[in-house]
């Protein structure tokens, strides 16, 4: 599928409008308009046809948007209307989170092995999985053609995961660990720091106060 | 502070820019170019400038910005320059995660309370803090005077945490149940959908593909 450049800010709604879709369609509700759309998710409703627009033509005008074929269509522009089978490396308290999150399962996204250099949890069941050695990576990469890959381990380690996930040919990183990684170009690398969102927070009430 | 309303993906970013300035302090780096910081987080040099420019005038033409003068000046206006107790409810397997997330010391947030309401986990601690009952919220809060709640309960706790939350005079909450939940128009929100990233990763792989 060919588009413009499209900007990180509008994916990042897509994938909460796509949500939202979801949630409606579970209640049976056919139709929605863009006004509804922007109340259910907290922006304006100019900013959720201008993401839409990137995509193509949606919606009747008057009418809205059918609930079905826009989520689903949301879920074809993400990728996710095929399943993503997941590894991910670090099998602590974040991992356990991770591996327990059901939004991840709602969304298409499977972990197929959770892997940890340390003894003491190798052999552990962490959700239904049991936690592999490093050294297996390779063949459950391989047997699940795995592309993605979850670095939730602590910072001083995630370089070199980071190195072994590129090494046995992963396409992407989700990035756990709060430190910049050192990925080739080719490699799609996201990272998630925790603070960001509780910052957009501080922000705000900082704001009301002054 | 007045300023013009300002994007919730610029907040975003400048939190990241300031994460980034951090880490070049440690390193003893002095002055910094936009070119550098964009490179070092991953966007455009002309997005670092318009980022910062709703905020003032920074740095020096052919010099760059002082590295310790704007990382300061970033955490002020992202209202982090003073600490912020929060409060935890859910002590699963997140809750321990988020508790253990070193990430928020160093941004200056600390969790003074964690609760739940599961008689096995009120009275264990997690990382040095005791699990209390939901009860001893007020108490708490009214202590550290804290404004800020996280919820990590499951999805269907998750609207009744929120209320009691708002009930006890938090101001903001961030919210990890995969749920949108109903707040007083006067409280801050903000959703941590974590496959939201994922899809990020999706969303560009699947074009790579195409």
New interface residues.
Partial sequence: ???LK?P??T??R???Y???LE?LERKGIVTVSSVEIAE???VGPAQVRKDLAYFGEFGTRGVGYNVKDLMRYTRK????DEP?P?ILVGA???G???S?????N??G?SIVGVFDNDQNKVGKKINNLEVSPLKKMPEIIAEYNV??GIIAVP?YAAQEIADLMVKNGL??I?NYA?V?LNIPDNI???N?????????????????E?
Avoid: C, H
Wanted: proline fraction near 1%; glycine fraction near 8%; charge should be positive.
């Fill in positions: 599928m060919k588009t499209v990180e800010a994916i990042t897509l994938s909460v796509s949500r939202f949630q259910g998710v907290g522009i993400l990728g996710i993503w997941l602590g308290n974040l356990f989170a991770l327990a999150y059901k939004g991840f709602e969304r996204f592309k993605i910072q396409q992407a989700l709060p910049a799609v690398l996201r998630v720091d925790m603070s960001v969102k509780l910052e957009t927070l501080t922000f705000n009430l900082s704001r009301k002054a």
